[in-house]
Nanobody, 126 residues
Framework: VQLQASGGGLVQAGDSRRLSCAAS????????IGWFRQAPGKEREAVSC????????DYADSAKGRFTISRDKAKNTVYLQMNSLNPADTAVYFC????????????????????WGQGTLVTVSS
């Protein structure tokens, strides 16, 4: 199981950015995929999760209305579209996977996810 996160970079406040998480060695159908972030000096926190069951999507309060998580089954990739970025969104963003099966929901929390990709840095300047 491997996850490859990409798409980070330096953006201006108000800009948009799309992060990608490409999975290899497994198919996403039976896995919940989450996006998490860690800002300097802070703990890693959940941003958004796409459950394998029922198409459920979870968002942190900070992400609601601005970020959208989506799956592309053909590309075995999960995206995080981030709009209206602000400096508080500056962090290393990680994608992670949790094998849950088609009928199980998993809490969108760091300790519920087993497989982690390397992070991609998003820096939002004011």
């Amino acid at each position: 199981v491997q996850l490859q996160a990409s798409g980070g970079g330096l953006v201006q406040a108000g800009d948009s950015r799309r992060l990608s998480c490409a999975a290899s060695g497994f198919t996403l159908d039976d896995y919940a995929i989450g996006w998490f972030r860690q800002a300097p000096g802070k703990e890693r926190e959940a941003v958004s999760c796409a459950q394998s069951a029922y198409g459920v999507k979870d968002y942190a309060d900070s992400a609601k209305g601005r970020f959208t998580i989506s799956r592309d089954k053909a590309k075995n990739t999960v995206y995080l579209q981030m709009n209206s970025l602000n400096p508080a969104d500056t962090a290393v963003y990680f994608c992670a996977a949790s094998r849950t099966g088609p009928d199980t929901l998993v809490a969108c929390k760091v300790d519920e996810f087993t497989y982690w990709g390397q992070g991609t840095l998003v820096t939002v300047s004011s």
